[in-house]
């Protein structure tokens, strides 16, 4: 037995200990919003949180996990209005929508460790995600509005005002 | 939710009163149209409850293209309901919902906008003559707004709700009046995509997310020499690992293409897999294994020597006998590349006796059921009335899941045990097993008179052939238009001009890959006519405009690019600016891209102009993210590794070694969409083929390096 929290919610696994984390998430718990794309860590569609870090699911045995505090696309808001959330819908960045859970993890990292992403920073800290319909283009803009949206939301705790000045 | 039988359809639609269901050709009720389509199935779009709620039914399955809003959003227009009111629901292939459940070849609205408006204009106006005959008013002191009809002189309303019992009675109008398209309150502006915020917070389900009480798993080892077939297995080993329920041969079948793998079932995917990799099977390669592209596309070169299979004569190419000087040749090669949709190929299936039920992510719901345009359901091997297909939101498609082998495949596993089975390809199976884009070769050659016009252009196609390999039974010794795709119907002004094709045989499984042929045939034709232009000392724009005397699509698109792009500033030294353009089945777009030389010598892509002829435009923003996305799959396949097969097998796995474009490589993007009227076109591949050489013309244009093949490294131009 493997003791998970997963979005704050403590699981018990009876599972051979080196599945990967992705499987256990996905097949066991049942939490579908985390993604296989490549099972080797290239693609980025299996990103979680792991005690707050990006890390690819695929390739975590969920043994590593035990223990640990997960946090998966389903646990990332209550009501799907993170920062980053809000500024994917605001600009309507997903196509298919397959990677964006991935995207949207590896962002919100981004964006808790630097509140001010250059284009750089943003190309450099989301490299190891891929949106195969290629919507990078709005990744990278939906990411500075999500700043914007971070630091109202920081200042007034008013998300749904700053949505509205947000120049797109 | 959805009936399926048709005589259900009906009784709701006249008898019972508690919903009304308008469509394209209703028969045999109270509801009678054969305005709209004069044959086929009556294909209901809208459902109307007397409880208020309003459904309207998308028939084309959602992969990133957009139609879960745009196929509800021209109905909605006309029906005066807005996507805020309405549930949308996407068909699963269902009888009465007709043959062309499918997406493919950017058909979706190109072939439906009209049909669609008027579904909702008829609809709208049968409403109206309900509430007005309530009233005992005339019908056109009313109109209809969000789903309500309004008495104008009283402010009276009714909603279309309350209207049900006595609309059933009334006839749909056999011509509706269709909105002049000022009063547009949907189409052509920037409206939210519904799917959206199901995409952010993980709640959309793809195929490969289903989940069914008491489900089993299911991972399958098949050849890794292509077309190899299973010839006999021992699965002692894996039948030890705790979990695993059984091992058992299972078919592929696409097209021509039939072999035989080794299904591993088990009670998880990873215990499957890890299972998979005990199996101890013995492969029936058929020669198959000394198979190498490096050698095929030395035969292909040969071939280009055969005359091959006419395709277009026009004038007399073949008797100009221009003097050598006044003519120039070029060969130019593409590579195969793998569809590498992010949700790799899945699918669920439970048989239940001769009854089978199947989950999955395709693009062709009704092919599956049995209700389609061709007869692969049979493969299936259960009868179209005992299919039901539950169709989910796609995680790409690319045209790979225009084929259903992964769903026959699924189907023949879970006729080996009674609970539901989930078959998951993994990313290597998805990569190494094909069907890819064919590579494709081209021998160009053109000339020009002693004034220096160009009158004649010959272009020869030699490649396998799509067709060929997904209908067995196609005649090789006629051409297969897919392989020519376009190139005789450019509309330059050329008097003589030649396009044929020579046939290559082909084990390697190939299939439609997003624009099609026209994903390679257009940088060949394309870099090509550039190659023309500098032979005549001429700007590569002015040259293609003086080959469009006329007036055409292409000719208006290309005056807005040059000003779009600004084609006529200079650019600094080291900065270099190509074009192309590509009309064919799906649309028409052409591109400007800009390129810098960097002081190492590499290029980089700066910037890309791209104009989209689209007639009618119903959500401008999402144009916008499919053309971008267009830009940067082309720009994958024009820069990145193809797909190469040494021994036999396929030499990439994953994306480690079939890389795609990530987000530091993506050049800025400006989009202009005409909407001028006229026909309609398509907007999911058009953005693909003019980008290739439009980079490739670029690179020329500021190195003087000519490339004549895909793919190419730009830190070596």
Not at chain 2, 356 to 372: A, R
Request: with cysteine; hydrophobic share 40%; net charge neutral.
């Amino acid at each position: 037995m493997i003791s998970l929290n997963v979005n704050q919610k403590t699981y018990q696994v009876d599972v051979d200990p080196n599945m990967p984390l992705l499987w256990v998430i996905r097949d066991i718990i049942g939490l579908t919003g985390t993604k296989y794309g490549c099972g080797v860590a290239q693609c980025g569609a299996c990103t979680v949180h792991l005690n707050g870090e990006a890390v690819r699911s695929c390739v975590t045995k969920v043994s590593r996990a035990g223990g640990q505090k997960i946090v998966t696309i389903e646990g990332l808001s209550e009501n799907n209005d993170h920062p980053a959330q809000l500024a994917w819908q605001q600009i309507d960045v997903p196509q298919c929508g397959y990677c964006h859970s991935g995207q949207l993890m590896s962002a919100a990292v981004l964006l808790r460790e630097n509140p001010n992403p250059t284009d750089e920073d943003i190309d450099e800290a989301m490299s190891g995600n891929i949106c195969r319909c290629g919507t990078y283009l709005r990744i990278r803009k939906a990411i500075h509005i999500a700043a914007e949206i971070q630091k109202t939301k920081n200042n007034t705790g008013q998300i749904k005002n700053a949505v509205s000045r947000v120049e797109i | 939710m959805i009936q399926v039988s048709r005589r259900r359809f009906i009784k709701n639609a006249g008898g019972a009163g508690i919903a009304l269901w308008l469509g394209i050709n209703v028969r045999g009720t109270t509801i009678i149209t054969t305005n709209i389509v004069e044959s086929g199935n009556f294909t209901p779009y809208i459902l109307v409850e007397s409880g208020g709620g309003i459904t309207i039914f998308n028939t084309k399955p959602e992969m990133g293209q957009g139609t879960f809003q745009s196929i509800p959003a021209i109905i909605a227009e006309e029906f005066e309901v807005s996507l805020e009111q309405v549930s949308i629901k996407n068909t699963n292939g269902e009888k009465p919902f007709g043959n062309r459940q499918r997406a493919g070849g950017s058909s979706s609205i190109r072939t439906n906008y009209t049909d669609l408006r008027k579904v909702g204009a008829s609809a709208k106006e049968v409403f109206i003559k309900a509430a007005s005959a309530r009233w005992q008013v005339e019908a056109y002191d009313c109109y209809a707004e969000n789903g309500k009809v309004i008495h104008k002189p009283t402010d009276r309303t009714f909603a279309y709700g309350e209207l049900v019992a006595d609309a059933s009675k009334l006839e749909l109008p056999k011509e509706p009046k269709l909105k002049d398209p000022k009063d547009f309150k949907i189409l052509g502006k920037m409206a939210k995509r519904p799917d959206v915020p199901l995409k952010t917070n993980g709640s959309v389900q793809f195929g490969i997310d289903v989940q069914v009480p008491g489900m089993l798993y299911a991972t399958v080892a098949r050849s890794p020499v292509i077309g190899g077939t299973m010839k006999s297995f021992d699965a002692s080993e894996a039948m030890k690992i705790p979990g695993v329920e059984k091992v058992v041969p299972v078919e592929r079948i696409m097209g021509r293409y039939h072999s035989v793998g080794v299904a591993v079932i088990a009670n998880s995917y990873w215990t499957a897999l890890k299972a998979r990799k005990t199996l101890k099977i013995e492969w029936d390669n058929k020669g198959y294994e000394n198979f190498n592209t490096e050698e095929y596309e030395k035969h292909l070169h040969e071939l280009s020597n055969e005359e091959g299979l006419i395709d277009k004569n026009i004038g007399s190419v073949d008797s100009l006998n221009l003097p050598l000087a006044n003519t120039i040749e070029a060969f130019y090669e593409t590579p195969m590349v793998a569809h590498h949709t992010l949700e790799p190929m899945n699918c669920v299936a439970q048989v239940r006796g001769d009854q089978v039920e199947i989950w999955t992510s395709t693009q062709v719901p009704s092919s599956i059921t049995g209700n389609g345009e061709n007869d692969v359901h049979k493969y299936i091997g259960f009868t179209p009335d005992n299919i039901k297909l539950h169709s989910t939101f796609i995680g790409g498609g690319l045209g790979r899941r225009l084929n259903v082998d992964y769903v026959i495949e699924a189907v023949g596993i879970a006729k080996n045990v009674s609970q539901p089975v989930k078959v998951v390809w993994s990313r290597e199976d998805t990569t190494e097993l094909g069907p890819y884009r064919p590579m494709t070769f081209s021998q160009l050659k053109g000339g020009f008179s002693e004034e220096g016009k160009l009158i004649s252009f010959q272009h020869k196609v030699i490649s396998p052939s799509f067709q060929e390999a997904m209908t067995p039974g196609f005649d090789i010794k006629k051409v297969d238009g897919t392989m020519v795709e376009g190139i005789g119907e450019q509309a330059y002004e050329i008097p003589n001009l030649k396009t044929s094709y020579v046939r290559a045989d082909f084990h390697v499984p190939v299939a439609a890959w997003r624009s099609v042929t026209s994903s390679t045939l257009a940088f060949c034709h394309e870099c090509f006519i550039d190659e023309l232009a500098h032979k005549a000392n001429k700007d590569p724009m002015n040259f293609r405009l003086e080959l469009l005397s006329k007036p055409s699509d292409l000719k208006r698109v290309l005056l807005k690019t040059r000003d779009f792009s600004r084609w006529d500033d200079p650019l600094p030294k080291n900065r270099g600016r190509g074009m192309a353009q590509w009309e064919f089945f799906a649309g028409l777009c052409a591109q400007v891209v800009e390129v810098t030389v960097q002081p190492d010598h590499s290029i980089k892509v700066d910037k890309v102009f791209a104009v989209i002829d689209l007639g009618e435009v119903v959500n401008p923003d999402n144009v916008k993210n499919q053309v971008e996305g267009a830009v940067v799959m082309a720009l994958g396949a024009a820069i990145k590794p193809g797909i190469t097969i040494k021994d036999g097998k396929c030499m990439q796995h994953n994306f480690y070694d079939s890389p795609l474009i990530r987000i530091h490589e993506v050049p800025e993007v400006e989009v202009l969409i005409l909407a001028e009227g006229g026909k309609v076109k398509g907007v999911g591949e058009p953005g693909l083929p003019a980008f290739a050489p439009a980079l490739a013309n670029a690179i020329f244009a500021v190195t003087g390096n000519r490339i004549r093949k895909m793919p190419f490294d730009l830190k070596k131009v």
